[in-house]
């Protein structure tokens, strides 16, 4: 592991009794690493992906896999060039009531899915916060943080390639001033759509048996 806080190196290395290092660097130099998960603030993303795959590692990326186009074309042709493979870590795709809704749908017995809805209130931005997760630029905000989510299990549940996006934001306390909420409308080539809403404003969680549900004819 790597970390600028001695504290937290000290902990890693009592948990798990393996190397530390004070620096990205360090790690990515070490023989005795295959590969590296990134779990570093967005805005550190491509760079760290980039210098991990220098080093001939392999990367597994938190989400959002960057803070632009730019840098995720450059993530990839780094990773290519250095012949290793490059993960970004969507999760909720792999959750157990989503794969069982996919399974549901290849198995044909509850007919074409034409809509999905996926929505989900927190109290996101007022939980506590570094500076830079209240910095859009930085990648700060619930688009950068929460919107890969709910696009992870939607594509999941919707198969297809998604050919259009429509969405608003809203971003409502100048004392936080980042997006603090959105919704969407996801289009899929075969002409189902998706539905996306998220608020980091409710001062509850509505995390109550799961954030999506599937409508079907």
Excluded at 106 to 120: H, K, S, T
């Amino acid at each position: 592991a790597a970390d600028p806080r001695a504290a937290a190196r000290a902990q890693f290395a009592s948990a798990f009794g393996a190397p530390v290092h004070d620096d990205v660097e360090a790690l990515c130099a070490d023989p005795g690493v295959d590969a590296i998960y990134i779990a570093t603030p967005h805005q550190f993303h491509a760079a760290h992906a980039i210098l991990a795959a220098q080093h001939g590692k392999h990367v597994l990326v938190e989400k959002p896999m960057a803070i632009s186009i730019a840098e995720c074309a450059a993530m990839i042709a780094a990773t290519e060039h250095a012949g290793v493979q490059l993960v970004v870590g969507h999760s909720h795709s792999f959750d157990a009531p989503v794969r069982r809704a996919r399974a549901l749908i290849d198995a044909g017995a509850i007919g074409r899915v034409r809509m999905i809805n996926a929505q989900y209130y927190t109290d996101f931005l007022y939980r506590f916060r570094r500076p830079e997760e209240l910095d859009t630029a930085a990648g700060g905000g619930v688009v950068w943080s929460q919107a890969a989510h709910q696009v992870d299990i939607v594509r999941l549940l919707g198969s297809g390639r998604v050919q259009r996006v429509r969405a608003l934001t809203g971003a409502w306390d100048a004392a936080r001033a980042t997006e603090g909420a959105y919704a969407a409308l996801l289009t899929f080539d075969d002409g189902a759509f998706a539905s996306l809403l998220y608020s980091g404003y409710a001062h509850f969680d509505s995390d109550v048996g799961g954030q999506s549900w599937t409508n079907y004819p």
